[in-house]
C-alpha cells in the first residue's frame, strides 16, 4: 500500500505483515508525535468512515493500493476552531436579540421555538470553547486561566434561561435576552481575539518525518 501524506509520496513505510488496524494506530501514532491530528483519510479513492475503517480494519494493509493521508498541526485546527467560533459568536448575538425582541411583542410560541434552538447552539459553543482551551493548556500551563470563569458564567446564563423560562417571569427573560447575553458574548468576542494572538505566539509544530512501522 503506498501511502500520500499531504501530498506527498512515501512518508510512512508499512511492514507487510500489518493488518490495517495496527498500520492506521501507528500512523496516528506518529503523527502525534510531531503534533499532527489526521484530518482525513481517503483509500482507494473512497473516504474512510470510522465505521469503514472499523469493518476493514483486520485485513491486511497491503491488500489497499493508496492512502491519502491529509492532517495538519494541533495548534493549525485548533485556530480554525476559534475562528468558527468567533463566527458563531456574532451569530448568536443575533439570535438572543431576536428572542428578546419575540418575547416583548408577545409572541411566545416562537420565541419558545428559537430558544430551544438557541440553547443547543449555545451549549455546543460552550464545548467547543472547553475542548480547544484544554488543548491550550497543554501548550502553555496558566496561560488562560480565565477559561474556566468564563464557562462558568456561560453556564449560569443557560441556567437563568431555564429558572426563568419555568418560572414564566417573561419580562425579565426577554431583558435577559435583549441586554444580558448580547453583553456576555461580546466579551467573548475579545477573548477570542486575545487567545488568537497568543495562539500565533506559539512555537511551530516540529516537521513531520520518519516512518511507522
Not at 28 to 45: I, N, P
Not at 105 to 120: Q, S, T
Amino acid at each position: 500500500m503506498d501511502i500520500e501524506y499531504n501530498g506527498n509520496r512515501d512518508i510512512f513505510q508499512v511492514s507487510p505483515d500489518a493488518i490495517f488496524r495496527e498500520f492506521l494506530y501507528e500512523l496516528r501514532v506518529q503523527l502525534s508525535r510531531a503534533d499532527h491530528v489526521v484530518c482525513e483519510l481517503v483509500l482507494d479513492g473512497e473516504e474512510l468512515s470510522e465505521a469503514r475503517e472499523q469493518e476493514l480494519g483486520d485485513e491486511p494493509a497491503g491488500t489497499f493500493n493508496l492512502l491519502k493521508v491529509t492532517a495538519m498541526p494541533v495548534a493549525e485546527l485548533v485556530r480554525h476552531v476559534i475562528a468558527g467560533l468567533d463566527d458563531a459568536v456574532e451569530l448568536l448575538q443575533g439570535k438572543s436579540e431576536t428572542i428578546g425582541t419575540l418575547l416583548q411583542g408577545g409572541k411566545r410560541v416562537k420565541a419558545l421555538e428559537a430558544l430551544e434552538r438557541f440553547i443547543v447552539d449555545l451549549e455546543a459553543f460552550a464545548e467547543g470553547i472547553k475542548h480547544s482551551f484544554a488543548f491550550l493548556a497543554t501548550q502553555g500551563p496558566n496561560t488562560y486561566p480565565t477559561v474556566d470563569r468564563e464557562l462558568a458564567a456561560l453556564r449560569d446564563i443557560l441556567e437563568r434561561m431555564r429558572e426563568l423560562l419555568a418560572a414564566e417571569e417573561e419580562v425579565e427573560f426577554a431583558d435577559l435576552f435583549r441586554y444580558e447575553v448580547p453583553e456576555h458574548l461580546a466579551s467573548w468576542r475579545s477573548f477570542l481575539d486575545v487567545t488568537n494572538q497568543a495562539l500565533a505566539a506559539l512555537h511551530p509544530a516540529p516537521p513531520l518525518g520518519g516512518g511507522a512501522g
